[in-house]
């Protein structure tokens, strides 16, 4: 019998950077000692989809349970950032408990005000021109997620009854196993030898890139456009805790205080504070009219001169309000 580990997320927490490497070097895992498993693409997200929609899910378990039985490795790790939010009662019957030697829990938590960022400025790549105040409105969608206890506490307590184990951890570099994402996750998985080393994905566009976006005309897969500029080593295409003011980060902080001193007291007892304070911004150059131009000329290459052309004629009009 062998170990499984299900890696939870949370979302915003490097997990795509995690699948994807993990998938496109399942041969040097598995001789190392780890079976890595992907229903669809890099990850499991398939399975998530199908719990939401209330689909069966005999068939998917016989592939994983019978794929798991074929490996030498005797560690399997399976991973979706959508598993956070799903209750795990019901993911009994695809993981079939009973299967496995032992079962580990693993899931990142990021401090709410990254988090909300990276999610919006997701939504924004996705074409979305909802505001920074639309966004975090009262009573919300997005504030309700910024409690990370009632899927902490139903993973615990199923964890508890079950006797499996979780380890939870925190998604700050500052934080991590030398400072780094697959050294961090290597040792929750107690396996610290294992080669993992993930890329960045999904890096961050700019507050200034973002602001451009919102001013666009409608542009059909907007987040092909934001790779290559996020790629294309623009001093103002990339940046991370640039997007929201110092009063509206200490709002959120007050928020998920009392939360987040919760986990802290079950989960990190030595810590002060469940997150230490957000690192500085890096300096945004002051450059709008060079990102302006270099997403036109980008545009042009991928979508071609009339969409160029409405795109301009966009981003000609004054800026709306915040």
């Known amino acids: 019998m062998k170990n499984l580990f299900i890696h939870i997320g949370w979302p915003k927490t490097g997990s795509t950077a995690l699948q994807e490497f993990c998938h496109a070097n399942r041969e040097a895992l598995s001789a190392a000692g780890l079976a890595y498993y992907a ?4 990850a499991c997200g398939s399975i998530v989809r199908a719990l939401r929609k209330a ?25 979706s950032e959508g598993f956070s939010g799903v209750a795990p009662d019901r993911l009994e019957a ?5 299967a496995w030697a032992s079962i580990t829990v693993i899931g990142y938590l990021r401090p709410q005000e990254a988090f909300f960022e990276g999610w919006y400025k997701q939504q924004v790549k996705w074409g979305s021109k909802a505001s920074v105040a639309s966004y975090l409105a009262p009573n919300s969608t997005i504030w309700r997620q910024g409690d990370y206890r009632p ?10 009854r079950h006797g499996h184990a979780l380890r939870l951890r925190l998604y700050d570099r500052r934080q991590m196993v030398g400072g780094d994402l697959g050294r961090d996750f290597a040792a929750a998985l107690g396996l610290p030898d294992l080669p993992i080393a993930p890329e960045a994905r999904n890096v961050s ?9 919102l001013r666009l005309p409608p542009i059909e897969k907007l987040q092909q456009i934001n790779r290559r500029m996020v790629a294309s080593g623009h001093p103002a295409a990339t940046g991370s805790g640039d997007l929201f003011t110092p009063e509206l980060i200490a709002q959120i902080r007050d928020t998920y205080a009392e939360p987040n001193e919760a986990i802290r007291s ?3 007892p030595t810590r002060p504070t469940l997150f230490d304070l957000p690192a500085a911004p890096r300096p945004a150059p002051a450059d709008p009219d060079g990102l302006a131009g270099l997403l036109l000329k980008t545009i042009t290459k991928m979508r071609g001169p009339e969409v160029a052309e409405a795109a301009r004629i966009a981003l000609d009009r004054p800026a709306a309000g915040p």
């Open 266 to 268: 079950v989960w990190f």
């Open 151 to 160: 899927a902490l506490d139903a993973w615990a307590e199923w964890c508890a």
């Open 39 to 42: 229903c669809f693409g890099s």
């Open 55 to 79: 689909e069966p899910l005999d068939e998917a378990r016989r592939r994983f349970l019978g794929w798991a039985e074929q490996q030498q490795a005797s560690n399997v790790l399976i991973s």
């Open 205 to 213: 566009p700019s507050a200034a890139l973002i602001g451009l976006y």
């Open 94 to 98: 695809f993981f079939d408990p009973a």
